[in-house]
């Protein structure tokens, strides 16, 4: 490994980070991460810390899961690659595709399109859902709707249904025919209401205002994260999902459920959507799919939108999307993996356990930490907490001072993630409940740093 002073410098003269302003990157060098063991990262320097980000949401079975490291280092053996673009396939991608089904997939929802990561799969479901109502002879279905504060990567579709300006303003103009109802966001929400129940009526009330408003038949899908992740963990009331649910199935627009982060245990459930009792007609899945060890997601295709395309005698239900990784035969074998661990370790289970630990924790240090204006979670190892300067107005806290518990809290021993006023909790969901215990206590040095 090269030295501490190379690295650094070399960060700073090439390499643009995603998300990060390039000025800052050379103002402030980043952690540079050089090992990982169990839920632990070590850095350049030596410094250990329990990683309460979980790499990015992905690493849910930790750093040193060697049954996935072995699957890909013999699958890289056998058959490092081979297409599955019309023609060929390969045998690992087939055995994926059943293991899906068997293991993580809802009844009804036996087929999946292979990609590169959640951008790809969210840009896969939202072309498939225009090509299904073309194939049903409603071509002027093309709109998109979504929720404020939701994220879907960053490819032009994905972004265009983003509802953070962070991630829009500057590439605008964006896709045409994308509108944003308000999210079910307790905290903060346009109706001054704090009643979770009765938010997410209002907001499915705005919903089917806006469908009205479009016109019903021009709107070819709904998407959303079941539980918001990126845009400060938001957990909908109960009663929100399934009422979206039932607003698409009165009007015939389909639901995609954006799952890139809440699915495999990260809510406490195989997937968010089922968390809610919820059947999407297609879900966007990538990250914790291979641990993080490998770049690859997939879209599952539920029964009615499988048929509409495997029904089609048109042509028009050929697929034009694909990646030369779909279906990539190394990620499918770290995928395989990673199912049999999910599922052998319970991880859903530990999730849930440890995740209401974390979100308990996280309610008294907010007794004791006045900078503290909202805490979020209770689904799964998914928690945030919102820092405030005032806790009557709710102002955000400044960059400054965020960046101060950040530093205190790392140093401390545990690495936790900033998203604007927000602090981000997701560990791997392999955590035991002495390391929860730790990011509790060093988040609690952390605050304490700005007192
Ligand atoms: N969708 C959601 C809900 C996400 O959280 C993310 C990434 O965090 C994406 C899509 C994009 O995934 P990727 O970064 O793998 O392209």
């Avoid at 939701?150 to 964006?174: D, I, K, M, W």
């Avoid at 042509?315 to 190394?330: D, E, K, N």
């Avoid at 859903?348 to 309610?363: C, E, I, M, V």
Wanted: glycine share 12%; charged share 20%.
């Amino acid at each position: 490994m090269k030295d501490d002073n190379f690295l650094r410098e070399n960060n700073a003269r090439h390499f643009w980070q995603p998300m990060a302003h390039p000025a800052d990157s050379i103002a402030k060098p980043p952690v540079i991460v050089t090992g990982g063991n169990g839920v632990r990262i070590r850095d350049v320097d030596g410094h250990e810390t329990v990683d309460a980000v979980g790499g990015l949401w992905n690493v849910n079975l930790g750093f040193s899961c060697q049954p996935v490291k072995d699957a890909i280092a013999e699958q890289l053996d056998r058959l490092p690659y081979y297409s599955t673009f019309r023609g060929t396939t390969n045998d690992v991608a087939v055995e994926l595709s059943w293991m899906l089904r068997e293991f993580f997939a809802p009844d009804g929802m036996a087929r999946c399109f292979y990609t590169s990561g959640g951008s790809d799969s969210v840009e896969v479901a939202l072309r498939l859902a225009r090509q299904y109502h073309k194939i049903r002879g409603e071509a002027g279905r093309t709109k998109y709707l979504s929720l404020k504060k939701g994220y879907h990567g960053t490819h032009t579709l994905g972004a265009s249904v983003n509802g953070n300006a962070n991630f829009r303003t500057q590439y605008e103009p964006l896709m045409p025919g994308c509108f944003h109802i308000p999210a079910p966001y307790t905290y903060r929400n346009p109706f001054d209401e704090t009643d979770p129940e009765r938010l997410a009526q209002l907001c499915l009330a705005a919903l089917e205002d806006e469908i009205k408003f479009q016109g019903a038949d021009t709107i070819a899908a709904f998407i959303m994260e079941p539980i918001l992740g990126a845009g400060g963990v938001i957990p909908p009331h109960k009663s929100f999902m399934p009422g979206v649910r039932a607003i698409c199935d009165k009007y015939g627009i389909l639901l995609i459920a954006d799952e890139v982060i809440t699915a495999f245990g990260r809510s406490g459930s195989w997937s968010g959507s089922r968390h809610w009792g919820v059947q999407p007609d297609m879900m966007c899945i990538a990250k914790a799919i291979t641990n993080g060890y490998f770049p690859f997601g997939a879209v599952m295709i539920g029964d009615g939108v499988a048929g509409t395309f495997e029904g089609d005698t048109s042509g028009r239900g050929a697929i034009g999307s694909g990646y030369t990784y779909s279906g990539h035969p190394v990620g499918a074998a770290a995928a395989i993996a990673c199912l049999k661990e999910t599922e052998r370790l319970q991880v859903k289970d530990n999730a849930r356990d440890r995740g209401a630990q974390l979100f308990a924790g996280l309610l008294a240090l907010q007794e004791k930490n006045a900078i503290i204006g909202d805490v979020r979670g209770g689904h799964g190892l998914m928690c945030a907490i919102e820092l405030v300067s005032d806790r009557d107005t709710k102002a955000p806290i400044d960059k400054g001072t965020i960046g101060k518990v950040y530093q205190a809290t790392y140093e401390a021993g545990v690495m936790v993630r900033v998203s604007g006023n927000n602090m981000i909790l997701s560990p791997p969901l392999i955590i035991d409940a002495g390391e929860i215990d730790t990011v509790l206590w060093a988040l609690s040095e952390g605050l304490a740093a700005v007192a």
